[in-house]
């Protein structure tokens, strides 16, 4: 039987939809509401033009002139807090020869010297852009290569993008420079370069060198980094322990700088899968480190079990995710994110953060129950973003959601949801995704 016709959604006008399924830690402002047995609250919402008017648990059939969602869910839009837009669809002229992290670091190295100038990254930009807007995302936060001389290409890409897309989708940008960068002078106008484009300072915590030279230089750049940041006041995104190797430890090290230093910003760290294979007595002295610090943790699932422990002819052997359970236990926010998207570290992916929530699911058992999990998806990221208005439904909001047919996270979690209405400012809008296609000038031909 087919679904029954919706009322169209009209902007300007106040619209009810009514008997909708909302995860319960995305909801507030509703009192004590019953939930199902996988934590859905049974509401009421009511659209006043671009924001959310009302929001009322339900009671009985949908009253007269609004839409009867017949128990469908309702989520906020998605928040996705680590991209890397400026290196997504490179894919086929850049291709990882073993599907190792070392193997996408050369060949982007390569794609990026070669290729990457202001037209070939605006087009591949704007291309994620368009898929996740069309997937129901409303704000993300996207790293930037920045080794000289891409962040002169770059950052002007950036700014005239999130310009142009202000009304759509709220974007933010990280600049991730070499760490040991930071403690010389091109570290400092770096930071006030990053700062005149309102962006967040970033990095990856691993240096090459001797072993026993590694930590005290990482320390020295940390410190460097985290006073330049509390200069210009941004707030920093770092990528922490992207590895297997249980010698791999630089989240400790992150989480004492701040202690150390005593910055005040937030302090976001992407990956730290290598808390997972670490001794257990050496994780829980990390963990007590990471809640202390204040920091915020990003998961992102897809990308490295793609990655990790991965060996030509062998079956991986575990899944590279760090100790989400044990960090959000510890009051550590987790969020998970769709990471890369069609390059060399990642070659698949479609700037969907539904897709990447259900992953997560299925990778670190983000269930039974599935208490606040859809948070991480939503409410959390936007909070590590500075955007409290974001990843709830609660009145005053942004009339920004995603309609779905599933009435519970099992049938919303079994199927693509190729069928999801996506509503912004209270109007569906066309959610046709970009073509491949469009992408074809920038591979000199159709794609192979």
């Given at each position: 039987m087919s679904a029954p016709a919706p009322l169209p959604l009209r902007g300007g006008a106040r619209r009810r939809l009514a008997r909708a399924r909302v995860p319960a830690g995305l909801l507030e402002g509703v009192p004590s509401p019953r939930l199902t047995a996988d934590g859905l609250a049974t509401v009421?919402?009511?659209?006043?033009?671009?924001?959310?008017?009302?929001?009322?648990?339900?009671?009985?059939?949908?009253?007269?002139g609004a839409e009867d969602l017949d128990l469908g869910q309702v989520w906020p839009a998605f928040v996705d807090v680590h991209t890397h837009l400026d290196k997504g669809h490179i894919l086929p002229r850049a291709v990882n020869p073993d599907g190792t992290v070392l193997g996408a670091v050369r060949s982007v190295e390569a794609d990026r010297t070669r290729n990457w100038s202001a037209e070939d990254v605006a087009r591949r930009f704007e291309f994620g852009l368009q898929c996740a807007y069309a997937h129901g995302t409303a704000a993300i936060r996207t790293h930037l290569d920045c080794e000289p001389p891409q962040a002169a290409i770059t950052w002007p890409v950036f700014a005239s993008l999130r310009d142009r897309w202000r009304d759509r989708i709220e974007l933010q940008g990280v600049g991730k420079l070499p760490m040991q960068l930071y403690s010389l002078a091109a570290g400092a106008s770096f930071a006030a370069m990053v700062a005149e484009h309102g962006g967040v300072l970033g990095g990856v915590t691993r240096l090459p060198g001797n072993p026993a030279e590694v930590a005290p230089a990482l320390d020295a750049a940390l410190d460097a980094l985290f006073r330049l940041a509390a200069q210009h006041r941004l707030d920093v995104d770092l990528h922490v322990d992207e590895s297997g190797d249980p010698a791999a430890s630089s989240l400790g090290q992150v989480a004492q700088a701040v202690r150390r230093s005593g910055f005040a910003g937030r302090v976001t760290c992407g990956h730290c899968c290598s808390l997972a294979v670490q001794p257990a007595a050496q994780a829980e002295a990390v963990l007590a480190l990471c809640a202390e610090a204040r920091l915020q943790v990003v998961t992102l699932p897809m990308i490295n079990q793609y990655l990790q422990d991965r060996a030509a002819g062998a079956t991986p052997r575990w899944r590279g995710i760090t100790l989400v359970h044990e960090l959000a236990r510890r009051g550590v926010?987790?969020?998970?994110?769709?990471?890369?998207?069609?390059?060399?570290?990642?070659?698949?992916?479609?700037?969907?953060?539904?897709?990447v929530f259900t992953q997560s699911v299925r990778i670190a058992h983000l269930d039974l129950p599935f208490g606040p999990w859809p948070a991480a998806a939503t409410a959390v990221p936007a909070r590590m973003m500075g955007l409290g208005h974001r990843g709830v439904i609660r009145a005053g909001a942004p009339a920004d959601l995603v309609l779905f047919r599933a009435r519970t996270l099992s049938e919303l979690l079994a199927r693509p949801q190729s069928d999801r209405r996506v509503v912004r400012a209270g109007e569906p809008i066309d959610a046709t995704l970009p073509d491949h296609r469009v992408l074809d000038p920038i591979f000199s031909g159709p794609a192979t």
């Open positions: 009421d919402i009511e659209l006043d033009g671009p924001t959310i008017a009302l929001v009322a648990e339900s009671v009985g059939a949908a009253p007269p926010p987790v969020a998970v994110a769709s990471d890369n998207c069609r390059d060399p570290f990642f070659a698949y992916g479609d700037h969907d953060m539904l897709e």
